[in-house]
């Protein structure tokens, strides 16, 4: 099982600001297949990205996300009000899928 | 528009049993692969189980195999998760989630979830 562990649990920065969240697996994700997903209290997952770097349909391009391998990147380049949730990152290039314990993007 | 919506959760003492459900609209469910993914309090998210279409293939994550079962009714537009033999382990918000029609690699919608609690 690949171990996905996300950093830093928490992110404390200011509305405009730039995020950078890393996740790394404990082994090479197959085909970079890697999804990140926001979370917000009382709301319904939202997925991100896929593919490691493909934007899902109707994500804004603020979010981006890189990498390959065992290190992943997801980036938001000026947070807005509506960007401080919980991300999480999670491989499906092998069985079983498996999550990263997520880090939480605060207003500092 | 595509809703998920989950019930069925709720206080359970260890070794009982639950059975959620989600009722699926706004897409053809019979169409894609379903899934139930978890989250314990303070944990991150953990996939559960996968069913197929027409329900002939399954998966589960290996700490509920034997004791959990997925199931689906397309004439309701429903999802299924039988928990049996409980444990507090299993405590944990669990949501329903919509794979593609090829199979579950990421999820593009989730159901708010519902909370079950095993606890005595």
């Known amino acids: 099982e690949i171990v996905l562990t996300q950093s830093p649990g928490t992110l404390s920065l200011s509305p405009g600001e730039r995020a950078t969240l890393s996740c790394r697996a404990s082994?090479?994700?197959?085909?970079?297949?890697v999804a990140w997903y926001q979370h917000k209290p009382g709301q319904a997952h939202r997925l991100l990205i896929y593919g490691a770097s493909t934007r899902a349909t109707g994500i804004p391009d603020k979010f981006s996300g890189s990498g390959s391998a065992t290190d992943f990147t997801l980036t938001i380049s000026r947070l807005e009000p509506e960007d401080f949730a919980v991300y999480y990152c999670q491989q499906y290039g092998s069985s079983p899928r498996t999550f990263g314990q997520g880090t939480k993007v605060e207003v500092k | 528009e595509v809703q998920l919506v989950e019930s069925g959760g709720g206080l359970v003492q260890p070794g009982g049993s639950l059975r959620l459900s989600c009722a699926a609209s706004g897409f053809s469910f019979s169409t894609y692969w379903m899934s139930w993914v978890r989250q314990a309090p303070g944990k991150g998210l953990e996939w559960v189980a996968d069913?197929?279409?027409?329900?002939?293939?399954?998966d589960y994550v290996d700490s509920v195999k034997g004791r959990f079962t997925i199931s689906r009714d397309n004439a309701k537009n429903s999802l299924y998760l039988q928990m049996n033999s409980l444990r507090a382990e299993d405590t944990a918000v669990y949501y329903c989630a919509r794979g593609a029609s090829s199979g579950t690699y990421f999820w593009v919608y989730w159901g708010q979830g519902t909370l079950v609690t095993v606890s005595s």
């Open positions: 069913v197929k279409q027409d329900g002939t293939e399954k």
């Open positions: 082994q090479r994700v197959s085909s970079d297949y």
